[in-house]
């Protein structure tokens, strides 16, 4: 089938939007075209063609921009389409109205709890934003042909108000982690965090938690491997570690092509997750992440919410910690560093839970056997 996915908050070569979805499906011979805000016209990788789409100024243009991805969606004439993003819920029942195609919604994450997490909504908006997209959303999506969530505890969330949802769990690809992990890199001197950077994701929770490891490990190093969310944060927190005369002791890169990530995972000694409790972080959620790491065999410290020490009790592969406080953090990091033997273990053990449950071979047979459901059923 010829398949059109789009995204307007992804980036064109988002990990889970392209290097798993996308790509599983052009391996499953579908015609993928995938529409995304980039700075080039065209591009072809791993057989699926990348349309970039000009970027909005701002935030407020971003809204009129979704009535521009309706319109290039149009001209793709497909058989499936196939979003990622709860703005763009008005463009999928469009295009299920007019064109008469399957249409897919990709609900990646909690939206009614993530909202919270938005640093520019005024607080008293939050819980009204909430409550609306709580009642919005499962609305329109049962009138889509399918929801693809992410965790269990979502796709009740739909059923139960009536749409047709698969699980396809967020999980790592592992063909790339295996090649980095048999490179046998050295290791290098220092822990790591990926993924986007905010106030409420740990970023100066991590700047005062290495603070307090300069007292017994001065020459350990933090990298940062992500993004800030926001620009205003970034600049916070970069003078907040200015100031603390931490800037030899943090590195920040703030994107690398997917396939390098695992290099850099290797060569780290542990793998940090130090999200703040809210109330999306308190949902059953599982970062990509948190597998990333045991991917690459590395051991994991980690805040102590709720999915992550369900994670650890069955992996045996990390340490959850009070997740504010980052002298907790500090004393776990120093003595996972003090027991190589037992850092060794936990990244074992990581690896074997990885691939025996959490990989992206389990879930790319679920994507498939849903299209293959659409295929069939072509009057859906």
Known sequence: MKVCVF???????DVRVFHKEARS??????????????????????????????????????????????????????????????????????????????????CHENFPEAVYERVWYPDWLKPILSRLIAGVEPVLARRLDAVVCVVPDQQKRFDLKGCKTVLVRNVPRLENFAAAVNKDLPKLN??????????????????????????TRPDLKLLWLGPFNESHVERDTM????????????????????????????????????????????????????????????????????????????ANSGITVQADDPSAFAAAIDGLLNSPAKMKQMGEKGRQFVTEHYNWDLEAEKLRRLYQTLERNPEQ
């Open 190 to 215: 220092r822990i790591i965090y990926l993924g986007g950077l905010t106030v409420v994701r740990g970023a100066k929770l991590m700047v005062d938690m290495m603070l307090e490891l300069q007292k």
């Open 25 to 106: 499906l052009a391996e499953a011979g579908h015609r993928v075209t995938l529409l995304a805000h980039a700075d080039f016209q065209r591009a072809v990788k791993n057989g699926v063609v990348v349309k970039g789409v000009k970027r909005p100024a701002n935030r407020f243009f971003r809204l009129f921009n979704v009535f521009r991805f309706a319109v290039i969606c149009l001209k793709e004439r497909a058989d499936v389409y196939h979003f990622h993003d709860f703005e763009l819920l008005p463009v999928g029942l469009f295009l299920k109205l007019v064109t008469g195609q399957r249409v897919i919604y990709d």
């Open 239 to 314: 003078d907040y570690i200015r100031d603390k005369g931490l800037s030899d002791s943090i590195e920040h890169i703030r994107l690398v092509p997917h396939e390098q990530v695992p290099e850099y995972v290797v060569q780290s000694l542990i793998g940090l997750i130090p999200w703040q409790p809210n109330e999306q972080m308190l949902r059953m959620i599982f970062p990509n992440k948190i597998f990333e790491y045991m991917a690459c065999g590395i051991p994991v410290v980690a805040s102590d919410l709720p999915s992550l020490k369900y994670i650890f009790n069955r």
């Open 7 to 13: 995204t307007t908050v992804h980036r064109p070569y």
